[in-house]
């Protein structure tokens, strides 16, 4: 344990075992897409902010993964959270493409030869052609059809991996592609994200059971990205809509596992999904910053705007303020639902590295504070290993440990990558990094 008895002075250490590494998703970084709804999105005039496009990504379907994981390896990391890319695996329905199985497989074969924690999550954003169709997550036949390729990814690749994440953030998706126009299908109805939500959740439950029906001790959670909502003044107002942006982008998500229930606006009436409660062998925490809440009609999120100052953001996507504080209360309300946590990802777009370095040891050391509370964490997978494509951004945001050219396709380590590595190796966070990067603001302006 963090700072338990025995602690030797001065050093912070991490639970026995720790899972450190990077995480990325299959269509940010593989290039050349399946048949799938994102490349069909960012084919369409004004869908990336900054008019770029995917392309080669980072080059992993063509065979730069073995490279990227084979120097994660090298460079202090024991784990590494990957995606599969579905519109590859079933690019028609009932399909399953032998080729695209056979390079995960050996991708996969790759990984645990270098030793290293393989965890895979089944579904990142992107859908199959077929399936966005029919109408993507509002088709109430999609939580079922999740759980048949959770299924025969068990079959043909479960031995060769370690933990699974079902389904990425549930509520960003939700959000970003039937409640606004951000992702596609670009929705923009709040009763299209409600009605998607449910059937996230209904998907994850059916991933969970497939896992499990198909292999004993599998281990398999939700992933869920939990900003922290703060009220932006004392004012009654601020605080009651920091409440009901944290309720339904969060919590009902949070109750979801707790106790199986869905809560309204995901239902009517609350309601009991059989199964449910407890479906999550651990819980990924995907955290990226806070947000203050002030009340105001209008804009994004109906009720309520964002108005935290400074803010890691861009013209069309807010990550908020960098809070180890946030970070830690988030950890600690995760490990109250009886699950071990993984940080499933954590990081910030920074091509420069200047905010980085103090963003990854002081949310470290908070994440340290959480565990000597009593928190039971598992990892660290810090977002991303490389950089790449970020969604409706395009290539503007850099979040990597290593930058990547995208016109050489060459990779050079941020100096972040060298502070990474040396808290993995020493499964802690050494004096020397404490006292170069344990203070002072992460974002220059910021408290
Ligand atoms: O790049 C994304 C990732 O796909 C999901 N979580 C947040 C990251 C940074 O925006």
């Given at each position: 344990m963090v700072g338990a008895g025995g602690r030797e002075p001065g050093v912070i250490r991490f639970p026995e075992g720790f899972l450190w590494g990077a995480a990325t998703s299959a269509y940010q970084v593989e290039g050349r897409p399946g048949p799938c709804d994102w490349a069909d999105w960012e084919r369409q005039p004004g869908r990336i902010a900054d008019g770029s496009r995917s392309g080669e990504a980072a080059g992993w379907w063509a065979g730069k993964a073995e490279d990227d994981l084979a120097w994660a390896a090298d460079h202090g990391h024991n784990a590494h959270r990957l995606g599969l890319a579905w519109s590859r695996l079933e690019p028609e329905p009932g399909r399953w493409d032998r080729a695209a199985f056979a390079r995960y497989a050996a991708i996969l074969d790759f990984a645990g030869r270098l030793g290293l924690h393989r965890m895979v999550t089944l579904h990142h954003f992107t859908l199959p052609r077929w399936a966005a169709a029919r109408g993507?997550?509002?088709?109430?036949?999609l939580p079922e059809a999740l759980g048949r390729l959770a299924a025969e990814v068990a079959r043909r690749l479960g031995d060769r991996v370690d933990s699974w994440c079902t389904v990425n953030e549930p509520n960003v998706l939700a959000v970003a592609?039937?409640?606004?126009?951000?992702?596609?299908?670009?929705?923009?109805?709040a009763w299209a994200a409600f009605r998607a939500m449910r059937h996230l959740l209904l998907g994850h439950l059916a991933a969970w059971t497939a896992l499990h029906d198909a292999l004993p001790g599998a281990r398999a959670g939700l992933v869920l990205n939990l900003p922290r909502f703060e009220p932006a003044r004392k004012h009654p107002l601020d605080r009651l809509v920091a409440w009901l942006h944290d309720y339904v982008f969060n919590e009902v998500f949070v109750e979801a596992i707790r106790s199986g229930r869905l809560l309204p606006p995901l239902a009517a009436l609350p309601r009991a999904v059989p199964g449910?409660?407890?479906?999550?062998d651990f819980v990924g925490l995907n955290y990226y910053g806070l947000m203050r809440v002030r009340f105001g009609v209008g804009g994004p999120y109906l009720v309520g705007r964002h108005?935290?100052?400074?803010s890691v953001r861009t013209a069309t996507n807010d990550w908020g303020q960098p809070s180890p504080g946030g970070f830690a209360a988030q950890v600690r309300r995760l490990a109250a639902l009886g699950r071990p946590v993984i940080v499933t990802e954590n990081g910030v777009m920074d091509a420069e590295d200047r905010i980085r370095p103090r963003f990854l040891v002081q949310h470290l050391r908070a994440l340290a504070g959480a565990v000597e509370q009593g928190a039971d964490v598992r990892g660290y997978f810090h977002w991303s290993l490389v950089d790449n494509f970020?969604?409706?951004?395009?290539?503007?945001?850099r979040f990597g440990l290593l930058a990547l050219?995208?016109?050489?396709g060459r990779r050079e380590p941020r100096p972040s990558a060298a502070i990474f590595e040396a808290i993995a190796r020493a499964n802690g966070l050494p004096d020397d990094i404490l006292a170069a990067w344990g203070e002072g603001p992460i974002l220059a302006g910021a408290q």
């Open positions: 993507g997550w509002t088709w109430p036949g592609a039937y409640g606004s126009a951000h992702f596609p299908p670009g929705r923009d109805s449910l409660a407890g479906a999550s108005v935290q100052e400074p970020e969604w409706a951004e395009g290539w503007t945001p050219d995208r016109a050489t």
